[in-house]
């Protein structure tokens, strides 16, 4: 593990409790490319299952791995709200990461993680990254579907529906995000599959290529998803997925 400075000097945006930070996993050897991975955890905190442990599956694939300790809002009250901090992190990374000569990179979220990375892939500005990987995200922040812990740590109790829909990543999917692999449960109780199938919908109304993989049983948070017979294949399915992108030799 290598820690990579992350912002220079004070970031911009809302301050927090933990600074952001940059944690690489060197692949042995020269890299195909480099991941940037996003954990998740409701904005609030960021999972252990789903940063290093990733990373270390990702180096094995021949494919540098950075795990972004981006801001997030804990548990403090009447704090400000956390947008756009999270996003102003990813962005930096990215940008540190291709400044580091990665050549090709990629985005790797899961549940909050994974509408921050969903953001990027659709945010009009700055480096969107050249392929974006979902496990079950968290993408729609209205309606029924809405993860109201991340939407709430995002834009505060007094966030607007207008806030909302602009940071539900499936409204602005547009020909410029990049190809996107998805995989969900259908049985997670915490953040829908109708979160990735609505993200795949736009996708595909506007012609960019994706990969959804939706299994029949397994929580929300299942990280590698070790033990669950159907869903353990994402691992799999995802490396094929990202050799055919130009990441890593393909199995």
């Given at each position: 593990?290598?820690?990579?400075l992350?912002?220079?000097?004070?970031?911009?945006g809302?301050?927090?409790a933990?600074?952001?930070?940059?944690?690489?996993?060197?692949?042995?050897g020269?890299?195909?490319?480099?991941?940037?991975?996003?954990?998740?955890?409701g904005y609030?905190?960021?999972a252990?299952?789903?940063g290093a442990v990733?990373?270390r599956?990702?180096?094995?694939?021949g494919?540098?791995?950075?795990?972004?300790?981006?801001?997030?809002?804990?548990?403090?009250?009447?704090?400000?709200?956390?947008?756009?901090?999270?996003?102003?992190?990813?962005?930096?990374?990215?940008?540190?990461v291709?400044?580091?000569?990665?050549?090709r990179?990629a985005?790797?979220?899961?549940?909050?993680?994974?509408?921050?990375?969903?953001?990027?892939?659709?945010?009009?500005?700055?480096?969107?990254?050249?392929?974006?990987i979902?496990?079950?995200p968290?993408?729609?922040?209205?309606?029924?579907?809405?993860?109201?812990g991340?939407r709430r740590?995002?834009?505060g109790?007094?966030?607007?529906?207008?806030?909302?829909?602009a940071?539900s990543?499936?409204?602005?999917?547009t020909?410029?995000?990049?190809p996107t692999?998805?995989?969900?449960?259908a049985?997670?109780?915490?953040?829908?599959?109708?979160?990735?199938?609505?993200?795949?919908?736009?996708?595909?109304?506007?012609g960019?290529p994706?990969e959804?993989?939706?299994?029949?049983?397994?929580?929300?948070?299942?990280?590698l998803?070790?033990?669950?017979?159907?869903?353990?294949?994402?691992?799999g399915l995802?490396a094929?997925?990202?050799?055919?992108?130009?990441f890593?030799?393909?199995?």
């Amino acid at each position: 593990m290598i820690d990579v400075l992350l912002w220079p000097e004070t970031p911009p945006g809302p301050a927090t409790a933990e600074s952001p930070s940059l944690t690489l996993y060197a692949a042995d050897g020269p890299a195909t490319g480099a991941v940037v991975v996003c954990p998740g955890g409701g904005y609030s905190g960021l999972a252990d299952h789903e940063g290093a442990v990733i990373a270390r599956w990702l180096v094995t694939l021949g494919i540098d791995a950075y795990v972004l300790r981006y801001r997030v809002a804990g548990a403090e009250p009447g704090r400000e709200p956390l947008n756009p901090a999270p996003l102003y992190d990813l962005r930096q990374a990215v940008r540190v990461v291709r400044e580091r000569g990665a050549g090709r990179v990629a985005v790797m979220g899961f549940s909050a993680g994974g509408h921050l990375a969903a953001t990027l892939a659709t945010s009009k500005e700055g480096d969107r990254a050249d392929a974006v990987i979902l496990g079950y995200p968290v993408i729609d922040l209205t309606g029924a579907r809405v993860h109201s812990g991340s939407r709430r740590q995002l834009l505060g109790p007094d966030g607007t529906e207008e806030q909302a829909t602009a940071l539900s990543a499936h409204l602005n999917v547009t020909a410029e995000t990049p190809p996107t692999f998805l995989w969900h449960t259908a049985a997670d109780q915490g953040v829908p599959a109708e979160n990735s199938l609505l993200f795949a919908t736009a996708l595909g109304r506007v012609g960019t290529p994706y990969e959804l993989h939706v299994f029949p049983e397994g929580r929300h948070g299942l990280g590698l998803a070790q033990d669950e017979p159907a869903a353990s294949a994402w691992p799999g399915l995802c490396a094929t997925w990202l050799a055919d992108q130009g990441f890593g030799p393909r199995p």
